[in-house]
């Protein structure tokens, strides 16, 4: 019986982790976190029956209290309350769903505590992959990538020598706006955007999807991951979302993960490895898809990702720059507020504003998300 605690439980990837546990029925769920969403969380922790219940607004917390005062769930608050449902003593895994920059301090008191990370949070190597990945090896924690993309990696990679790594063929749908120019995607709106072709997803994701942002924040977290120069890994569009990644040896050979679009299969891979287990769905059937193509990503209209390599290469603080402003605009973007390609535009103020400190501390890397907020707030 394994026992795991999920930091954004009522998340696409939160609900999907709870669909692999309630078809498995050996792993125990001992912690549960989540946003605004208290009438999910009350039916989560009424099947799964957590120790431990962590909202973010204390009067979400009372009002959930209320609800679940019969079960003797005890019911947090606040950062407190991620960082306690983190390092949850039953637990040997904590599965980082939660969205955004506020999961790197709990993710790092969990891997201090010594809980394997089964890791979604893009955000949490992004920005701070220079503490983490030197931190998780230093307490022996290993660190279990869920994305689709970073987990065929991880499969790719399995039983081989990584200084053998010739470079990472992290591949990408392209998105609903693959081919159009830039005076098309001008025009999108946010119905368009909210549109994947291939993946369900919650929606800033997919709109990073729409904008290749989300691949560039996969480039940045693939570096620290796997321990490649940037200049290994490269970005192929695979439009059928067949082929999840690739790894190119020296030798010339391709390892591939290849499967249907479904985010349950690295989440369960994650919390079993290295056991497969049986996983419903539906299978490829390679005779129907007859053919997978590729080609290369359009970096001059989808200038997201342009912008992830040079805030790659620039390293220290300004990949926090990146991240920050693209979470700003596509929640302006979101309320409709801005325009698609002035997501664009404010990642490139931002940057171009930024002088980068060289290896920031999480003070430093908060501090800085903080003065990206406040730089795009006084602007738009």
Request: glycine share 8%; proline share 4%.
């Amino acid at each position: 019986m394994k026992t795991i605690a999920i930091l954004g439980s009522t998340g696409s990837i939160g609900t999907q982790t709870l669909e692999v546990v309630r078809a498995n029925g050996d792993i125990r769920v001992a912690a549960l976190s989540a946003g605004r969403n208290i009438r999910l969380l009350e039916q989560q922790i009424r099947e799964f029956r957590p120790r431990i219940a962590a909202v973010w607004d204390e009067k979400d917390a009372g009002t959930l209290r209320t609800a679940v005062a019969d079960l003797g769930v005890k019911v947090l608050c606040g950062m407190d309350g991620l960082r306690e449902t983190a390092v949850c003593a039953e637990a040997q895994i904590l599965v980082t769903a939660i969205v955004g920059m506020i999961g790197i301090v709990p993710t790092i008191d969990a891997i201090r505590a010594g809980k394997d990370i089964a890791l979604a949070n893009k955000e949490t190597l992004v920005t701070a992959g220079h503490i983490i990945m030197p931190l998780a090896q230093e307490c022996g924690v290993r660190i279990l990538p869920v994305d689709s993309e970073h987990s065929a990696i991880f499969q790719s990679l399995n039983g081989e020598d990584r200084r053998q790594i010739d470079r990472i063929l992290l591949t990408a749908s392209g998105g609903p706006f693959r081919g159009m120019t830039s005076a098309q995607l001008a025009q999108v709106k946010l119905e368009d955007a909210l549109k994947h072709p291939n993946w369900a997803m919650g929606q800033k994701i997919t709109i990073d999807s729409a904008s290749m942002v989300n691949k560039g924040l996969e480039v940045m977290e693939a570096r620290w991951l796997f321990g490649t120069e940037l200049s290994q890994i490269q970005v192929v569009v695979q439009p059928q979302s067949i082929i999840h990644s690739m790894v190119q040896f020296k030798d010339g050979a391709v390892i591939a993960q290849l499967g249907t679009p479904d985010m349950k299969l690295p989440i369960q891979y994650a919390l079993y490895y290295p056991e497969r287990r049986f996983l419903a769905g539906e299978q490829l059937d390679f005779a129907k898809i007859g053919s997978i193509a590729f080609e290369d990503p359009d970096v001059e209209t989808f200038a997201g990702l342009k912008y992830a390599f040079e805030a790659a290469a620039q390293g220290g603080s300004m990949p926090t720059v990146f991240n920050a402003a693209n979470e700003c605009a596509v929640a302006r973007f979101l309320k409709r507020r801005i325009g698609f390609t002035d997501i664009y535009r404010i990642i490139r103020y931002c940057m171009d504003r930024h002088t980068v400190i060289p290896s920031p501390d999480v003070e430093q890397i908060l501090e800085t998300e903080q003065s990206v907020y406040e730089m795009i707030e006084s602007r738009w």
